[in-house]
């Protein structure tokens, strides 16, 4: 790889929002497909689909506004450089439901799809260098650089104004940058779900 292009910042970027509206979160099974492009100035992937309706279903996880935030930190060692990727979003008002859907990440492999608010669609927990199942086909049977939940913190609160609710942590351990998804996320808000293809 070679140091061919230069990074300019235009008037633009200066104007940019911070910030993360959406989150939809998968496990990756067996015959999911996903197309890496890597083409010059390109660190893309430009599908997810299952390799047979040519769609994959995401499950959407509401975070209360401004709190959502995925941060990159990135460290070398032996001449490995690592990058952990970490999602944070505070989820209010607690309750059983919420509970349950949370007690299912505890186990999970996940990848995490997410939308920032300059409408740049970003993949953790995916890569294209340590993937189970064929690499080279495309065809992705598990990441070995999965998005795992780390930590939740939160609680009721004491006072009648205190916050009620947790945040989340997931968090990638990568060989590689998020990757930015450029093919069609399609949401389906009332049964809080999305579809990539």
Known sequence: ?????????????????GGITQIYLRN????????????????DITSMNDGASGTLTWQMFDAKAETANLSITSSKENGTTAFECTLTWYVPTMNS??????????DE???ALITDSNGVDYVVGMSEVFAVGGNNSGEIYRSQTPANLTSIEGGTGA????????????VA???????????????????GTATTS
């Open 1 to 17: 790889m070679a140091i061919d292009n230069p990074i300019r910042v235009e008037c633009a970027d200066l104007h940019r929002s």
């Open 28 to 43: 990756f099974v067996q015959g999911d497909e996903v197309t890496f492009d890597n083409n010059a100035g390109l660190h």
């Open 97 to 106: 439901a919420r509970f349950h859907e949370i007690q299912e990440l505890l």
């Open 109 to 111: 492999c996940a990848t």
């Open 159 to 170: 006072a009648y104004q205190d916050e009620n609710g947790v945040t989340l942590t997931l």
């Open 173 to 191: 351990k990568q060989y590689e940058l998020p990757r930015v998804y450029t093919g069609t996320i399609t949401p389906n808000i009332s049964a």
